[in-house]
C-alpha cells in the first residue's frame, strides 16, 4: 500500500494547485425554497464560472424501490452520503466529479452528469450539513426555515404541480416524514451561518401570500455591515435586532417585512450590492419567485448570500 | 481554500487506515480474452473479498450517441479517463466509489453502481494501463495480446451474439477502430508486467481452435520461479525462454503448448498452486473457456496472476 500511495503522489504533484473556489451549502427541508433561492442567485452570477447541484442527486433509491423500503428520502440510510462527502471534498481541492443523477419528474435515476469546479458552486438539497466532513468543505452555509405550514402548502403546490404526486399522497408523505425531518434535517439548523425564514406577514388576510423574511445572521463568518443601512429611512421596513437564537445564542436578525414600501427596500437592496462591490443594476433574477413575481425580502437575503460568494 | 483543506483533513483524521489491498489491472483491446480470464479467477478467490469491473464503464456516450462522433470507444474523449483516474486512486486509498454503469448487451448508460473496496480489486478494460496516474495504483499489470485474427473472430462471435450486432457492422467498426487501436490501445502493452498471447498451435488444420500461450514475464514484479518445475519431464508442453521483447528488452517467455498431454501441463499447474502456499485442489473455475471446455494454457495464465494476487 504505502508505496502505492506514494507512486500517486509522484503521479499527481504536477498537477496545478485547485483555484479559488467559493462553495455555498443551502441546507433545509422538501419545499423549503432551495431551489427559488439558489436559481436567482445562478442567473445573477451568470457571468461567473458557477455551478450548483442538488444532494437528492444522492438518493440511493428511485422512486419505485422506495415504496417497499421502510425509510423516507430523509433517512441517510436512503442517501450515498458518503459519497456526497466524497465528492464535496473532491471538488474543494478542485476536481471534477461524476456526480448521480436524480430525476424528480419521474423518480428514476439516471446516467451520472460530469460537474467540474466552478469559481462558485452551490450545493443545496437535505443533506449538505449532514456532517463535520460535509459542513468543512463549505465557506458559507445557509439553512432554509420557513414554518412548518408555509412548507406544507408549498410542498404539495410543487409535488403535484411539477412531480406527479396527489395532493392525498403529498399529505400522507409529510406525515410519514415528520420523525425522520426532526431527527435528520432540522438538526443541520444549529451549523448554518445563516438562517432563513420566509413567513407570512403578520396579521395578514387568508388571501395574502406576501412573505416576510427573517434572516439570522450568526457571528460564525463576517456578515455585511448593515448598521449604516437601516436609517430611519429604512427602519420600518427592514430592521435588525439583537435576539437570542432557540438555542440561546446571541445571533443578529434582520427582519424585512414583506408589504414594506419599495423605496426602503431599494435603499436596502441598493446598499449591499454597492457594499458587495458591484456597479450597475442589480440583477433582474435576483427576488424572483415566478416568472413575474418579485419578493424584496428573497431580494435582500439573496444579496446577503452574494456578498459572501463574491467577498469570501 | 486551505482552511478548508486543513478542516477536512480534520475531519477525516478519526478514518482508520485502509485496509491491505492488491489490484491487478488486465487491459487489452476489445474481445481480447480479459473478461473471460477476470470471470475465472474471481470466480477462484470467491472465498477471499473480492471484486472487479471493466473501465467500459467509463464510457462519455452511449450507443446512439456514438453514431454521430467522429471517435470510437478507443478514444480517450469518447470516455471519462480523469474520473476513472480518480476512481481508482480512491480504490487504492481504500475508499468506495459510486461507478458509472455502461451496459453493453443494449449500450446504454444507466445509474451508478457503489464498488466498495476489497481485499483483491481487477480492473479490465481499454484503458486501466492509460496514464502515469492510473498505473501508479496497481500492484500488478497485464496486457492481453492475442493475434489480431484471433481478436477479429472472437469480436465478431461476441458481438454479434451478445451485443446485438450484425457481422457486417461489426467487421466496419473494426476497421473504423483501427487507428484508435494503434494509437491509444496497444501503447498500454509496453506498461504491462505481464503480458499474455493466447494464439492457435502452430501448424494447426483450419478447424483446430486449440491455442497455445505464450506469458512474457517482465522483470518489473516478482515471479513465481518457475525453473524447478521445468524439468524433462514438462519441457514439452512447457518452457520457459529467455527472449527480446518488440522493443529489445529482455524478458522470460513461457510457452504453454496447446496440445501439450494433460499430464505434463497437470504438473505445470499444481506446482504453481502449492507454489502460493494453496493447499487442496486447483478451483475448477481455473481454464474454463466456455461452460464445457477448458484451456490448460489459460489455467496456467491464470494461476500466475493468482500468485501476485495472493502473494503480493
Redesign the interface.
Known sequence: ?PH??A??Q???AHLPH?G??T?LAIAGDSASGKTTITKGLVKALGDMRIGSFCTDDYHRY?RVERKSLPFTPLHPECN?L??ME?HL??L??G????K?KYHHSDG?????E?FEPQEIVIVEGLFPLW???SR????VTVYLDPPEEVRRRWKVQRDTGKRGYTEEEVLKDLVKREPESEKYIRPQRAHADIVISFAPVEGRTESDQTMSATILLRPTVPHPDLSSILTSDTRESVHLKLIRDQDGKPVDALHVHGHAAEASTKIVEETIWQHIGMTGEIPQSLGMISETTRSAPLAIAQLILLHHLIRS
Open positions: 500500500m502505492r500511495i507512486a500517486i509522484k503521479a499527481t485547485p479559488r473556489m462553495m428511485d450515498y458518503e459519497i466524497q471534498q473532491l474543494t481541492l476536481q471534477p466529479i461524476l448521480p428514476t435515476l439516471g446516467r451520472p460530469l456532517s463535520k466532513l468543512a468543505t463549505f465557506d
